[in-house]
Structure formats: C-alpha cells, structure tokens
C-alpha cells in the first residue's frame, strides 16, 4: 500500500511538472486554424553551423597561396588540392562538403523570397590553426593582423559561395560564437571589419544602411523587413547572453535588450509579424547537463545556455507581444532539437552543416502559411556520413513523422508530452536528434548518444528554461 501511494503521489507531481504553467500542452493546440494550400504557402530554406574550415588539408604550398590570394581566387586552389571526399565525421566543413550542401540548398530554394543562415561561418580554432601554419607560437600585433585578414577573407569567400548559389535574394542571419576572430563571440573588432560584408553579401543591401551599420557594429543585431511582405526579421547576437560574459557585458546586453523590446513594439503598432532569429538558445546546454548526471540520472548544477539574468529579462520581453513573433530559430548545439521558451513562443534549432561533433551534416526547407506567416511543416535534408552519397537528400518530414497537422509551434508544443508516453515518437527523436547518424560507427569529437539515463535531461529541458524547474523535471522523472 505504501508503495502504491509513492507511485501515485510520484504521478501527480510528474503532473504537475509536466503541465504547470504551459496549459496548452494538457489541453490541446492554440485556437488559430491552418487552412494553407500550395497556393497560400511557401518554402524557406534554413541552414547553420557551417564552421567552413579553409586549412582542413591545406598545407605548404597550398597554405601560402591561400594567404597570398584574394578571396574570389580561392576556389580555384581549393580544385587543386585533389580533395574531392567531403568531410568525415569529427571535423569541420570542408571545401567538397561546403560545395554539396549548396548545390543542395540551391536546388530546393523554389521561390523563396529569402533565405535564413543562423550563424557560425568559421571552423573551429581557426586562429590557432593559421598560426600553426605560419609557425608563430608567439604571435606579434603583425601576426594577428595577419590572422585577421586571413579570417576576413574565409569569411568573405563563404559569402561569396552563398551569394552565388542563392541569386539575388536577401540572406538573413544571427551572428554566432564562431563569427569572430576568437570563437569566442563577435567582438568590436570584428564587428567593425565585416558589417559591410553582411550588408552586401548577406542582405543584399535590403535594409537602411545606417541603421544597419549603427546596431551591427554596436552589439552584432539587427532588423531587417524583406519588401512586399509584412514581415519583420530580427536578428540578435545571444552569445554575449553567456554566462561567462555576465557582468562584463551587461551594458551591451541591457542596450540590445532594450532595443529588441522597442523594435518588437514597432512591430506591434505597425501590424508586422516577426521571425527572430537567435545562434545560441535560451535554456539549458543539453549535452554538458547529461554528462555531469549521476549514475541515476539526476543533476544538481545545470549548465546554462544564457546567464539566468538576461534569460528573465528576455522571456519578460517577448510575453509583453504574444502573437508578434510568429517563428523562433535557432542553432548552436548542431543536433536537430526544439525548445519551448513560453506559452505560444517555440525554438526551432536548426542543425549544423559540419559534423564536427558526429552529426550528419543536415539543414531544414520550413513551409510558411502566407497568411499568418506561421511554420505549418519542414523537411529535413541530411548528408549520410556512413554512405557518403552523392548529394544531400530527404531525411524526414515532421508532419509525417509525427502525424501532426497545423501550425508547427501548436504540433511541436503538443509533441512534447508525447515524447514521454509514445516510444515510436521518442526513437525517432533520438535518431534525429543527431540527423541519423549511425552511433555503431564511432568517429572524433561526437556527442555521446542518448540513453534511457540521460534522456531526461534531453526531454525537459525541451520545456523547462530555468535552471530549477529543469532540475526538479530531471530528478523526478518517473523511470
């Protein structure tokens, strides 16, 4: 008897866990109704995480003529190489995988009348690799200027290579950690050298110059409002959300906070719905969390994506304009996740083109109703690293996956309860977690797979963005 009443009274608090303060998960989708058709949608294709390293096999002589040319030559000595593999599992984006993964992009464009890239251009650890190159382990101010226009130029060929694939369509994008001198973030310097280039290149010039240049250079974030639509695009930089940057950056944090929470009134008042987009997500870092759990799976200190400070003063933002922010994207972790940040404001990570961290290389095809300007599905393309095929191709489309139909924040709230009680559902969302890669072939620097004693960190921190409600979901999930 007692342990029928530990059960049941570890049920109700599962339940309370499960639905407090989201109602929307235990009663339902939201009250809009989707009637889109293929004559009132659209696609728009979203990528991320490239991390496009120029030095993957690049050496002597090849490292040199890299160094000495213009951006606009660098193709031709990349052919050179004799490289034609792309990328293998536990490295960054090379030249073949960057060529596959826009062929591919180009090809399922359709008429799109935008294009969506969440950050991170640069490999991992450029810097270090460049000085490695020129056998500086000392680096002089000279040396460093020398990095520097060696990474503006990797910067400006990945642009170029985009810029040529897409046409003439505005490239929307959210700076991420590796979109730096460092990888640790944009700071001033880099801010200040490359904003004519995601003027140009990127935005293809849509936007009022001098706006753009004054919060670009200012804090990485912007807004832009594609023409003939009555969309607002934001973009934020979330890095300097982190915790390791609290306190040292709080006057740019409060200023781009400010910021967003003006502009998103504009919004508002001028009738525009927004997609925001954002490189690192609210909430918890999933991974680093479930590897600190103990043998039973229970955490004690999460770790956080943003400082919980920022964090509150965020959700406080975007709670003040509900049906505003019509679509959230994400990116960061690389892996095929989603968040649920507030009631009716859901994160849609994109995964990452590099399979850096054991992923397949993967990106999404979203379907917008046109008159909402809300996701109702996507399709998820991936590049098989255990088959190295010849192209990108169809990896699974969630409304088929999951047999969900409507909006896509309404099927993926909604999904989140059922990746508890259907095991279908949750299989799927592991392999997919990882754009499918097959975890029997090992490769360098991949993410340990899920298991049953980590999923729980993985499951609630879809919902719970505070460092306590995750806790208290993690260590009373009921094994």
Request: glycine share 8%; hydrophobic share 40%; charged share 10%.
């Amino acid at each position: 008897m007692k342990e029928q009443k530990r059960l049941i009274k570890g049920i109700a608090l599962f339940a309370l866990i499960l639905c407090g303060g989201l109602t929307i998960i235990c009663s339902g989708g939201g009250s809009d109704t989707i009637t889109a058709t293929p004559d009132n949608s659209f696609t728009v294709v979203v990528f991320s995480d490239v991390h496009f390293n120029p030095l993957y096999n690049v050496t002597g002589p090849l490292f040199q003529a890299l160094d000495a040319a213009d951006a606009s030559q660098w193709a031709g000595i990349f052919q050179k190489s004799g490289i034609t593999v792309p990328s293998a599992g536990g490295t960054d984006t090379n030249y073949p995988l960057l060529m596959l993964a826009l062929a591919s992009i180009k090809q399922n464009l359709g008429t799109s009348p935008l294009i969506i890239f969440t950050g991170d251009i640069l490999g991992h650890y450029l810097a270090e690799q460049y000085f490695t190159q020129k056998k500086v382990t000392t680096p002089t101010p000279q040396d460093i200027a020398a990095m520097k226009a060696f990474t503006k130029k990797t910067v400006t060929f990945f642009m170029q290579q985009v810029r040529s694939s897409v046409g003439n369509i505005p490239v929307m994008f959210a700076l991420g950690n590796a979109d730096s001198y460092w990888g640790l973030g944009p700071d001033n310097s880099f801010l200040s050298h490359t904003a004519e280039l995601y003027y140009s290149l990127f935005l293809n010039g849509i936007v009022d110059h001098q706006t753009f240049i004054s919060t670009y250079t200012s804090g990485g974030y912007y807004s832009a409002e594609p023409a003939g639509t009555n969309l607002m695009v934001i973009g934020l930089n979330t890095f300097e959300f982190s915790p390791s940057f609290a306190g040292t950056t709080s006057d740019a944090v409060t200023a781009e906070l400010n910021w967003f929470d003006s502009t998103l009134a504009s919004a508002q008042t001028s009738g525009k719905k927004v997609w925001l987009l954002m490189h690192v997500p609210p909430g918890a870092d999933k991974y680093s969390t479930a590897q600190a759990a103990d043998a039973r799976g229970h955490i004690t200190k999460p770790t956080m994506m943003w400082d919980q400070t920022y964090q509150t003063m965020f959700l406080q933002i975007i709670s003040k304009y509900q049906g505003v922010i019509t679509h959230t994207l994400t990116a960061h972790t690389h892996m095929d996740e989603y968040r649920i940040m507030s009631p009716g404001n859901v994160a849609d990570t994109t995964p990452g083109i590099t399979p850096y961290f054991g992923n397949n290389p993967a990106y999404k095809i979203f379907t917008f109703s046109s008159n909402t300007l809300k996701a109702i599905d996507y399709t998820s393309l991936n590049y098989d690293l255990g088959t190295m095929p010849t192209q990108f191709n169809n990896y699974y489309t969630f409304s088929t996956a999951y047999s969900m139909l409507g909006f896509l924040s309404d099927s993926l709230t909604q999904l989140y309860p059922q990746l508890f009680t259907n095991n279908t559902f949750q299989g799927f969302y592991w392999g997919s977690y990882f754009s499918g890669h097959n975890y029997s072939v090992p490769v360098g620097n991949e993410f340990y797979q899920i298991t049953s004693t980590t999923w729980p960190v993985y499951w609630c921190g879809i919902k719970h963005m505070d460092e306590q409600g995750l806790i208290v979901c993690v260590n009373f999930y009921p094994y």
